[in-house]
């Protein structure tokens, strides 16, 4: 598999081409928009899923920040 980064850049330029090329109706350029979000999408997965395999993901680190609140809120 592709690294992410590089994915997502290939997918910019895509979305970029679809964009400035092949958009001659609106719902070209609905789909093109949707598929640009969805790549940042995935890109922005990608990079939690990074940081979880380093022990870091950003939803690991709020449950945390929960249970630490809940902790005090019973004490």
């Known amino acids: 598999m592709k690294s992410p980064k590089k994915t997502a850049v290939f ?3 895509l979305s970029v081409y ?10 070209y350029l609905i789909i ?6 969805s790549t940042f999408i995935f890109y922005i997965y990608f990079a ?5 395999q380093k022990g870091s993901d950003f939803f690991t680190l709020f449950l ?3 249970q630490v609140h809940e902790k005090s809120k019973n004490n």
């Open 11 to 13: 997918c910019e330029f």
């Open 32 to 37: 093109s928009m949707i598929y640009t979000l």
């Open 48 to 52: 939690q899923l990074k940081k979880a």
């Open 64 to 66: 945390e920040k929960a």
């Open 18 to 27: 679809i964009t400035h090329y092949i958009v001659q109706t609106p719902l």
